[in-house]
């Protein structure tokens, strides 16, 4: 079976990864050097130096993430006891769809730019590379009032953090900081032969919202009871500014969502059902249990 034998060259890519990191250290850049050489994964557009946070899969590549993305979809869809069917909804939605969820106002990170190196850093980001030169007690008390400071979505207050402990540009080595402020995540286009904000739509930052706006739509048409399932793959698309962490953290990425449906009430015996489930189907790849946990 081709899926099968791809799930295991996986596996055994991995036991031959790990055996590879340890000798080195600097293990992403060992694991990024490994996926390019043998044909994985290749920076997007690399003859025109390449666009940050945007990967294409290669011959080997392509073909392993088909094949677990369809070893997930008869999984969750055709072998699974419970009742679940899939859809493929369209990447662009009405705009309402992403201010109804929150994505609009709130599908954001707080972002500040250092004026010298014109480099943007997530806030977070930033104070916790700082956090990290300190000893344990002080790294933690300033972590703590960052967490304080964007939950309350105090921006003044952050900038004054960041400036109270003088943290610096790691290109300019300067602490020349704009205001703290939001950014939002979503790709903007425009539809329609005019550009103006009534026309403003996004690319789908994931999946899922697709799922519950035609949960109607499949519930009538299929005659589906609760408990069932809706299950989606595709691709999403997010505006990351600090763009690292190889495929972990990408601007275009495919997702694999399913959306279980269930009654008021039930939800803590389906939620254990479905961590049980899950990790069956991971351990079916052959990876070994105790390379998982559960976050």
Not at 41 to 64: K, N
Not at 123 to 139: R, S
Not at 204 to 220: H, M, Y
Request: proline letters at 2%; a negative charge.
């Amino acid at each position: 079976d081709v899926g099968r034998f791809y799930v295991l060259a996986q596996y055994y890519l991995n036991q031959y990864l790990c055996t590879l990191i340890m000798a080195n250290e600097n293990k992403l850049q060992a694991i990024i050097g490994h996926a390019k050489e043998y044909g994985f994964v290749f920076p997007s557009s690399e003859i025109y130096d390449g666009l940050g946070a945007v990967y294409d899969y290669g011959q080997w590549g392509v073909e392993l993430k088909r094949n677990v993305r369809d070893y997930w979809w008869r999984w969750m869809t055709q072998m699974n006891e419970q009742n679940i069917v899939g859809i493929d909804a369209s990447i662009f939605m009405h705009p309402t769809v992403w201010k109804a969820s929150g994505h609009v106002d709130n599908f954001s990170d707080p972002m500040i730019d250092n004026k010298d190196s014109k480099k943007r850093y997530r806030v977070d980001h930033l104070i916790e590379g700082f956090a990290e030169t300190l000893d344990k007690e002080q790294g933690d008390a300033l972590l703590a009032e960052m967490d304080k400071l964007i939950a309350a979505d105090d921006f003044a207050g952050l900038k004054s953090l960041i400036d109270n402990n003088k943290i610096k540009c790691a290109v300019s080595g300067t602490v020349n900081w704009t205001d703290v402020r939001q950014f939002n995540l979503m790709f903007s286009t425009e539809v329609g032969s005019v550009a103006d904000e009534s026309n403003t739509i996004y690319l789908r930052p994931e999946t899922a919202q697709g799922i519950f706006v035609n949960f109607l739509n499949v519930q009538k048409t299929a005659r589906m009871k609760i408990p069932f399932g809706i299950a989606q793959t595709g691709k999403a698309f997010r505006n990351e500014i600090v763009a690292r962490g190889f495929i972990f953290r990408m601007r275009e990425f495919e997702q694999m969502e399913m959306q279980f449906f269930v009654r008021p009430g039930t939800q803590k015996e389906w939620y254990e059902y479905w961590k049980t489930e899950r990790m069956k189907w991971h351990a079916t790849l052959g990876i070994p249990a105790e390379n998982y946990r559960f976050h």
